[in-house]
């Protein structure tokens, strides 16, 4: 007779998480699996004050200056579309971005297009970072050299210079197109004394789900001059990436990733980590 698996536990263990869009989601989760959580919003979303960038893109879409067009986003994918209809029907852009190749990096994009009948011409694999984008935009070299392309890319927030200067190194010549920003918080207080108990070693298990809340999350750290602190409790507390594009800016500041979830949904991130934190905090802290 088998014994029946137990159920995945945080075991009572402190859990932060600075995710804002689904931040009620997330929270929910981690209480579900047996976690003390605190969701602190590190970032909210902004449109641009002025979609000039955006609005020229389009002017030159119509003008068909681009070869190849990047989508990166699903939320920017969707707000381009908004922008462009501001001076251009919705069937003239469709038909424009039509007589472009064009690529997305992950599903979310992919659905949007999908659902505008935009025909998609490279889907960069799993794990979705811009280095599987650019090796899908290579493995169609033979329909569309990179090499002289002009190519759009859509940006979000922080703009993912390794990428840029790739598509530069392979001959591209690379127009940004940044949609929208994030800003931090209209109230600092709530991220700013999350980070203050993450750097007093009051939290166990830090969840990322995108890189630009490590980039808000140490700005805050530096502006209270706690960066020290914080580098030294996170190095004894458990560090969870939601995937590979945020765990490459986690490395970039010298943070361990401890874990990533197998798929970059919020579900096998919280479940999956609900299953190994507690051996990783173990681990981690008698290492230390």
Same mark, same amino acid.
């Given at each position: 007779?088998?014994?029946?698996?137990?159920?995945?536990?945080?075991?009572?263990?402190?859990?932060?998480?600075?995710?804002?869009?689904?931040?009620?989601?997330?929270?929910?989760?981690?209480?579900?699996?047996?976690?003390?959580?605190?969701?602190?919003?590190?970032?909210?979303?902004?449109?641009?004050?002025?979609?000039?960038?955006?609005?020229?893109?389009?002017?030159?879409?119509?003008?068909?200056?681009?070869?190849?067009?990047?989508?990166?986003?699903?939320?920017?994918?969707?707000?381009?579309?908004?922008?462009?209809?501001?001076?251009?029907?919705?069937?003239?852009?469709?038909?424009?971005?039509?007589?472009?190749?064009?690529?997305?990096?992950?599903?979310?994009?992919?659905?949007?297009?999908?659902?505008?009948?935009?025909?998609?011409?490279?889907?960069?694999?799993?794990?979705?970072?811009?280095?599987?984008?650019?090796?899908?935009?290579?493995?169609?070299?033979?329909?569309?050299?990179?090499?002289?392309?002009?190519?759009?890319?859509?940006?979000?927030?922080?703009?993912?210079?390794?990428?840029?200067?790739?598509?530069?190194?392979?001959?591209?010549?690379?127009?940004?197109?940044?949609?929208?920003?994030?800003?931090?918080?209209?109230?600092?207080?709530?991220?700013?004394?999350?980070?203050?108990?993450?750097?007093?070693?009051?939290?166990?298990?830090?969840?990322?789900?995108?890189?630009?809340?490590?980039?808000?999350?140490?700005?805050?750290?530096?502006?209270? $001059?706690?960066?020290?602190?914080?580098?030294?409790?996170?190095?004894?507390?458990?560090?969870?990436?939601?995937?590979?594009?945020?765990?490459?800016?986690?490395?970039? $500041?010298?943070?361990?990733?401890?874990?990533?979830?197998? $798929?970059?949904?919020?579900?096998?991130?919280?479940?999956?980590?609900?299953?190994?934190?507690?051996?990783?905090?173990?681990?981690?802290?008698?290492?230390?």
């Amino acid at each position: 007779m088998s014994t029946p698996q137990s159920s995945p536990s945080f075991e009572g263990l402190r859990v932060l998480s600075f995710e804002s869009r689904r931040a009620n989601e997330v929270e929910t989760l981690i209480r579900t699996y047996g976690g003390l959580a605190s969701v602190v919003p590190a970032l909210r979303e902004v449109a641009l004050e002025s979609n000039v960038p955006a609005l020229d893109f389009v002017t030159r879409l119509m003008q068909d200056e681009f070869d190849i067009t990047i989508f990166l986003t699903g939320v920017g994918t969707r707000e381009l579309f908004t922008i462009a209809q501001q001076a251009h029907s919705r069937d003239a852009v469709i038909a424009a971005l039509s007589r472009t190749k064009v690529v997305v990096r992950g599903p979310k994009p992919l659905a949007v297009l999908r659902e505008l009948r935009v025909p998609v011409w490279a889907i960069a694999a799993e794990p979705n970072t811009w280095r599987e984008l650019l090796a899908a935009i290579e493995a169609k070299s033979a329909e569309r050299p990179i090499r002289g392309a002009r190519v759009a890319v859509q940006e979000y927030g922080v703009s993912n210079e390794e990428m840029m200067n790739a598509l530069r190194d392979a001959g591209a010549i690379v127009t940004p197109v940044p949609v929208y920003r994030w800003a931090l918080p209209e109230d600092v207080g709530p991220l700013k004394a999350a980070i203050a108990a993450t750097a007093r070693g009051e939290i166990d298990v830090v969840i990322f789900t995108t890189g630009v809340q490590l980039v808000h999350v140490w700005r805050i750290a530096q502006e209270i $001059h706690i960066e020290d602190e914080l580098r030294r409790e996170l190095s004894r507390a458990v560090i969870a990436s939601i995937g590979p594009t945020t765990s490459e800016e986690l490395r970039r $500041h010298g943070l361990s990733v401890d874990f990533e979830a197998s $798929h970059p949904k919020f579900g096998s991130l919280i479940r999956e980590l609900a299953e190994r934190s507690a051996g990783l905090l173990r681990a981690k802290r008698h290492d230390a």
